[in-house]
């Protein structure tokens, strides 16, 4: 078994998990969306793009697009829940919430793909 492989599928895996954490519920609804999580999300999805870094295959190369996609939607996403909350007036209102969700969900699909990508090279690994 390939330590490195092993930490690198762990990574992928806990992104997709924790960004669909964050996504799932009320879109409108801050209560059923934590901010850490969010939080969380962008953290371990940098840890993801970051072991992407160096694989010179064809298959690497979307990973780390796929990597790249949703860390910048994560990071919008976190910049708009800390803009909402901290610069304006109104505060976190359902149309900033909504926003905040909605690039979570592309980021979502972003760590999606990025799963599918890392099956098909698992199931056309031939060893050697």
Sequence with gaps: MNLEKVVFAF?????A????GF????LTDA??????????????????????FGDRTQIGALHLAT???????LIAAAAVWIWA???TTAGLTIEHMSSVV?????ALLANLVSIMLLVIETA???RR
């Design 85 to 87: 909350s901290e610069a």
């Design 124 to 126: 056309t690994y031939q």
């Design 67 to 73: 990597s790249l996609v949703a860390v910048i939607q």
């Design 23 to 26: 996504f799932v519920g009320d």
């Design 11 to 15: 990574f992928v895996v806990l992104a």
């Design 31 to 52: 209560r059923v969306h934590n901010v850490y999580e969010l939080y969380a999300a962008v953290i371990v999805n940098i840890i993801a793009l970051v072991l992407k």
């Design 102 to 106: 909605s690039l979570s969900g592309g």
């Design 17 to 20: 998990t924790l960004n669909f």
